[in-house]
């Protein structure tokens, strides 16, 4: 679904949407991450929940939410 600028923001300050991904690397993270706010516009995608983000098969971003990539990272290796 695209949505426009001012209606993104909207959500954001409602609480609406809390986590961002990146739909190429199939990556979640928080809002602030500086390695999410790097990616390309066209690439991104937005969770409102954890839950929402692994059920798309995302997984935790290694800068911002070390600790969830942790847990991921050993239940695969």
């Not at 954001?12 to 199939?26: R, S, Y």
């Not at 969770?47 to 990539?69: L, S, V, W």
């Amino acid at each position: 679904m695209d949505i426009g600028d001012a209606e993104l923001h909207q959500k954001i300050k409602q609480k609406e949407i809390v986590f961002g991904g990146n739909l190429n690397l199939k990556i979640y993270g928080t809002l602030r991450c500086r390695s999410g706010k790097r990616m390309k516009r066209q690439n991104r995608v937005f969770f409102n929940t954890i839950e929402q983000a692994k059920a798309c098969g995302f997984r935790p971003c290694g800068h911002c939410m070390r600790t969830d990539y942790k847990i991921w990272k050993n239940g695969l290796i």
